[in-house]
T-cell receptor
Framework: EAGVAQSPRYKIIEKRQSVAFWCNPI?????LYWYQQILGQGPKLLIQ????????DSQLPKDRFSAERLKGVDSTLKIQPAKLEDSAVYLC???????????FGSGTRLTVV | GQQLNQSPQSMFIQEGEDVSMNCTSS?????WLWYKQDPGEGPVLLIA?????ELTSNGRLTAQFGITRKDSFLNISASIPSDVGIYFC????????FGTGTRLQVFP
C-alpha cells in the first residue's frame, strides 16, 4: 500500500511569513496526526484528527498554527506568521484507528530565517 | 505532563556487538512502541508491546514491556551498519508521546 505522502519536502521562509504543509494519509486511515520534531528531540504531537473532527489540539499554538481535514482525507497545517523557533520537521502520521500503530510520512523540513 | 526518558542518549559500538537501551515513563502505559528514524525520514515502527511482561522479537530486535508498566527495553543483537539511526520509545497508542531518543552509531 502507498505510504503517507507529505509535501513539500523542504521549505525556507522568512520570519513573519506564512507557510502551509500538506498530508495525504494511507487510504482508509481514519486517524491523522501532525507532529513537530525540533532538531535533536523526539516528535511532539500538535493535533489529532478522527475523520474530519479534531480529537486533540491541546499542544497546538493556536495563535499562529491552524490545521484542517475537511473531507476526512487530506490535511493541511498552516503557520501564520512564522517565528524562528518554528524551524523543525513537521511529520504527518495516520492509523486505522486510535488504538493502532501509526505510519509516518517523511516530513517537511521547515527553516525560518 | 507525561515524560519519556531514554538511556543512553547515544551509543558508539562496533559491528557485531549487542545493544541495549531502555525507556522510562513518569506514568503507567498500556502500550509501548519502539520506532527507528533514519536521517531525513519519518519514524518507522519496529515493535509494539501490549501487555506487561510481554517479550516480542522482530528479527534481531527484541523488546520487553516492563512489569511495572512504566518502562520498556529494546535489545539489538549482532549489530550491522544499517542499524545506525535514532531509536525512539513511544506510548500510549491513544495519544503517542515520544521519548528523547537513543542515537546509535555502528562502526565496521
Amino acid at each position: 500500500e502507498a505510504g503517507v505522502a507529505q509535501s513539500p519536502r523542504y521549505k525556507i521562509i522568512e520570519k513573519r511569513q506564512s507557510v502551509a504543509f500538506w498530508c495525504n494519509p494511507i487510504s482508509g486511515h481514519a486517524t491523522l496526526y501532525w507532529y513537530q520534531q525540533i532538531l535533536g528531540q523526539g516528535p511532539k504531537l500538535l493535533i489529532q484528527f478522527q475523520n474530519n473532527g479534531v480529537v486533540d489540539d491541546s499542544q497546538l499554538p493556536k495563535d499562529r498554527f491552524s490545521a484542517e481535514r475537511l473531507k476526512g482525507v487530506d490535511s493541511t497545517l498552516k503557520i501564520q506568521p512564522a517565528k524562528l523557533e518554528d524551524s523543525a520537521v513537521y511529520l504527518c502520521a495516520s492509523s486505522p484507528g486510535q488504538n493502532y500503530g501509526y505510519t509516518f510520512g517523511s516530513g517537511t523540513r521547515l527553516t525560518v530565517v | 505532563g507525561q515524560q519519556l526518558n531514554q538511556s543512553p542518549q547515544s551509543m558508539f559500538i562496533q559491528e557485531g556487538e549487542d545493544v541495549s537501551m531502555n525507556c522510562t515513563s513518569s506514568s503507567i502505559f498500556n502500550t509501548w512502541l519502539w520506532y527507528k528514524q533514519d536521517p531525513g525520514e519519518g519514524p518507522v515502527l519496529l515493535i509494539a508491546l501490549y501487555k506487561a511482561g510481554e517479550l516480542t522479537s522482530n528479527g534481531r530486535l527484541t523488546a520487553q514491556f516492563g512489569i511495572t508498566r512504566k518502562d520498556s527495553f529494546l535489545n539489538i543483537s549482532a549489530s550491522i551498519p544499517s542499524d545506525v539511526g535514532i531509536y525512539f520509545c513511544a506510548g500510549p497508542l491513544d495519544k503517542l508521546i515520544f521519548g528523547t531518543g537513543t542515537r546509535l552509531q555502528v562502526f565496521p
